[in-house]
């Protein structure tokens, strides 16, 4: 009878111990899909951030050549440089709509403008039109 218990009692630690890894493997396998969950989240955000940048970049052109007169050139200054320069060198006559205009930080001279315009269909038509930019220095 006590190697009964005895025998009993063995198993019940056997299988206490079995018991206790399995609860902590499946605590590490609970704590592995939770990752996975944030990790496929985290890739999805930054698909939807990749997009979304390039949904805002769309419109944007990049203006090199435009004459700088001043290191502290406000956007409405180069909003007006834009505008000058599309209708007389681009020979564009429709009125384009920009969104923002603004001098990138370069280490050349003029400093690059970076445009948004409002329609990318005005972004477009400036695009198309930059062969006539040819020989004036400026350049798209």
Not at 12 to 21: A, G
Not at 97 to 124: G, N
Request: proline fraction near 1%.
């Amino acid at each position: 009878m006590e190697q009964n218990i005895q025998s009993i009692a063995e198993t019940t630690t056997i299988l206490k111990t079995k018991v206790e890894n399995l609860t902590v493997e499946n605590q590490k396998l609970k704590e592995e899909k939770a990752n996975d969950k944030k990790t496929l989240f985290i890739e999805q955000l930054e698909h939807k951030i990749d997009d979304l940048e390039s949904r805002q970049k769309r419109n944007n052109l990049i203006f090199h050549g435009i004459q700088q007169t001043d290191s502290r050139e406000t956007w409405e200054e180069c909003e007006k440089k834009i505008k000058k320069a599309i209708a007389e060198k681009l020979e564009i006559s429709e009125e384009i709509q920009i969104d923002r205009a603004h001098r990138l930080f370069s280490r050349s001279s003029p400093r690059p403008i970076v445009v948004c315009f409002t329609e990318f269909k005005q972004r477009e038509s400036v695009l198309r039109a930059r062969g006539n930019l040819s020989g004036t220095g400026v350049s798209v």
